[in-house]
């Protein structure tokens, strides 16, 4: 979740990439309804880019410093493992995130929670929509939006994924060894690449004549 691409029906929140940040130290005050214990629910937080760990991890030792680590309860990072191969032809196992560029907090929402996760460093603003001053010119609050029990299960079972996704530096033009399958051992020329279904097509030689043949990223190897 090139990383995985977003969209932001995923998340479930109309204008996900253009989350704007709250400008000035006031923020919106959410007040417990009354009679009723406050519940938790996850949040999708907006980092900067490449700054989801540095962020986790800032964020829980605030939580603690700020007295509010009883109520900001876990922090996550949804992330699937992936294979990418390199432009030497060889593989290496990592981690692919699932919504790059967010993280996911499982929170009690009230004005303390949410100023320690606003005033966090690489942190832009939480997903949700925007509370619009009575004016109309002036920029209004972002409001927190909770993920539906849907979305968060939708996530997790994402993340929860074992099947690795493998992520290729191809482009058209290079030349490739194939390493399993029917045509194991010939070589080829990439005419195209399909990323979104891990495969490409190349050229190979077979019987004297240039064929196009569609290969999974997992049956090849680039050649250098």
Known sequence: MSDVDLSPEELGAEGLAGAEAVEGPEIL???????????A??????????????????????AVTLGVDNRILEI?????????????????STEEKVF???VLVRMVLDEDTMMAVRSTPNVINFVG??????????????????LSRSEVDRIFKRAA??????????????????????FKDFQGEVIEVSGERNKLKALLSIFG????????????????
Not at 82 to 88: G, M, P, R, T
Not at 129 to 146: Q, S
């Open 29 to 39: 005050s959410v007040p417990a309804a009354e009679g009723r214990a406050p519940v």
């Open 161 to 182: 994924e074992k099947k690795p996704v493998v992520k290729v530096d191809l482009t058209e033009g290079d030349q490739i060894l194939v390493t399993a399958g029917p």
């Open 209 to 224: 004549r240039e064929t196009p043949v569609e290969l999974e990223f997992s049956q090849i190897s680039k050649q250098s």
């Open 76 to 92: 996550e990072i949804p992330q699937t493992p992936a294979v990418k191969l390199k432009k030497d032809g060889s593989r290496t």
């Open 41 to 62: 629910r996850w949040y999708a937080v907006q980092v900067a880019s490449s700054c989801e760990k540095k962020v986790k991890a800032t964020l829980e030792q605030r």
């Open 100 to 102: 790059p560029g967010y």
């Open 129 to 146: 929509a925007e509370d619009r001053r009575a004016t109309g010119k002036a920029r209004g609050h972002i409001k927190p939006r909770p």
